[in-house]
């Protein structure tokens, strides 16, 4: 599960954030403008633009657009844009993202708890908060931020593929409360009604199970490379080698083959709703 670090890691991208703050505070100042004044023009406050300035928040990528042009930077803001979307994520799991994003197809297993793609924004916010050792308040809403933010992927054009297979536990675990734990099912209905999405549960009654190795992620991106992403224990992978890639193929193909079909998949979740 992505979630699974400590704080430090996460940390380890202020330093991006800290340089783009500074060259942002540099353009700023040669174009004569106040944080003030280029919050407005922006569509930001002063207290927001002091933030981006001061490595203390994620500025997003319009924003960079935007500045870059009033403050006539000559795309030197805009250069660094990359760099400060990845600082976003935790250390751990910058290369899975940025290969998230030029992703064709995504295939996920879950054990523990509801993918990162497929969360709210209440449900991701549980989980960050009850992250051991505990997660300070200013990280947990950058957290949140971001994996809400990889939710783009399901508007993409053109649209990629992606399929998942959840654990039916992870259903049943009320992270946040029973309210969140609806909501959550609710927006696993409407995700997996998409036409580029399966999402597919594991039963508890399964004799057989091909994934007791743990969970994981694979990815085709669109140069045609073939990636998977473990991650278990505080120990986390991007696999490109063709050999283990296709071990955990194979045991994608075998989970698949044994979990319900997404038709009966959501009518499971629609009878966890219904009940009481």
Known sequence: MEEQRAEGEYESGA???????????????????????LGARTGYSASTIASFEQGRRIPPPKFIDRADELLDAGGMLGA???????????????????LETKAVEVHVYATQAVPGLLQTEDYARAVFAM??????EGVIEQRVAARLARHEIFVRRPAPRLT??????VLHRPLGGEAVRRGQLEHLLLEGERRNVELQVMPLSRVEHAGLAGPFTLMETTDGR?????????????HTERGKVREIEAAY????????????????????????
């Open 131 to 136: 992250w051991r050792p505990l997660l300070d």
């Open 15 to 37: 330093g991006i954030l800290h340089v783009f703050g500074r060259q942002l505070k540099l353009c700023r100042e040669r174009a004569g403008l106040d944080r003030t004044e």
């Open 164 to 169: 998942f297979v959840v654990e039916e536990a």
């Open 80 to 98: 660094g844009k990359e760099e400060v979307a990845r600082a976003q994520y935790p250390a751990f799991f910058r290369d899975a993202a940025s």
């Open 253 to 276: 193909g075998s989970l698949r083959a044994q979990s319900l079909t997404p038709a009966e998949s959501l009518s499971l979740i629609e009878k966890l709703l219904g009940e009481r």
């Open 226 to 238: 073939r990636i998977a992403y473990t991650e278990v224990q505080g120990d986390s992978r991007v």
